[in-house]
């Protein structure tokens, strides 16, 4: 089983700042990556930045220059930092841990509401 615990959500004005982190618990040896998507009401979950164990990143085009993702290997942490957020950032976000065999399982989410 793995568990995946999310914090840092919340309610900021536009140009604000947040850090989200997700820590990883459980059977989780031969981790391929581990990242967030996002899903806005109405909206399809959509890629927001992803890390692999090697450190190589892959983020969405709407977040770059504004988002950051980095990771605690040896705690299986990740953070992602959001600066100069907007009120499109607004969405549910969820941690996701993807293993080398494929299998993925994700978090439970947390709330991001950014103000006008």
């Known amino acids: 089983q793995v568990q995946l615990v999310e914090s840092g959500g919340g309610l900021v004005q536009a140009g604000g700042s947040l850090r989200l982190s997700c820590a990883a618990s459980?059977?989780?040896?031969?981790?391929?990556?581990m990242g967030w998507y996002r899903q806005a009401p109405g909206k399809q979950r959509e890629l927001v930045a992803t890390?692999?164990?090697?450190?190589?990143?892959n983020s969405a085009d709407s977040v770059k220059g504004r988002f950051t993702i980095s990771r605690h290997n040896t705690k299986n942490i990740v953070y992602l930092q959001m600066n100069s957020l907007k009120p499109e950032d607004t969405a549910v976000y969820y941690c996701?841990?993807?293993?080398?065999?494929?299998?993925?399982?994700w978090g439970q989410g947390t709330q991001v509401t950014v103000s006008s």
């Open positions: 996701i841990l993807s293993f080398r065999s494929g299998t993925a399982y």
């Open positions: 459980g059977s989780i040896a031969s981790i391929n990556a």
């Open positions: 890390i692999s164990t090697d450190g190589t990143t």
